[in-house]
């Protein structure tokens, strides 16, 4: 039965308090609206109690508080190094040395050990100079697997299966653990860059995709050109 607060009573009070012991751990935060006797010297009461539980709350917040200043600051070493990336590509001007800015970028500033550019083709494949792109038809069974990147214009992170790394990666499937799938969609061109580290945990399911995304639209852009001028 509910007590009127206004006829609430202290020996309601002490009898709540004594149904109910562990009032302080279920609910630390009363500490800090308590007024609390001095006790003698050496007794360890509800005062030290407090001051433990509001330490422990100020250095909970301070650890927050570095782990944000510290993310902000990966952030921007993050969006520096895409932004020195895309500058690079876009000085380029053939297919081949964007692919050469590529590895040496991704493997310098990201650890990034491997990378595979897929493209597609309705009739025929691209007229390129660069070997180093490979092409499918759009109806291929192997490419009709990374179908949804392309659709949901969406980076995919994670792992792949081994005739999905096979496709993407030949003989050195064995080094993929997991990678990142960059849609390249230009109205040039349609295909993939897909990026790939050993580690199983580099690239995950549910990691933040704008710089990925921003890549690509970039690359995308610029390989379409390209493409267009060797055509």
Known sequence: MACDINTLSVERVCEFIAEHPDILVTHPELIEQLTLPELPSGIVGIA???SRYLQQKNDKLSQKMQQLVQHAEQNDILRQKVHQLCLAVLAEQSIASVLAVLQKHMLEAFDIQHIAI????????YTMTAATVTQYDSEQPEWLRFSSVLAEQQPYCGRLAQEEKTFLFGDTRDAIGSVACLPLDHVDLQGMLVI???SEQRFYADMATDY???L???IGQKLAQLITNEG
């Open 48 to 50: 030290e109690y407090r």
């Open 118 to 125: 897929v493209l597609q083709y309705e009739t025929r494949p």
């Open 196 to 198: 790939a580290h050993d």
């Open 212 to 214: 990925l995304g921003f």
């Open 216 to 218: 690509s639209k970039v």
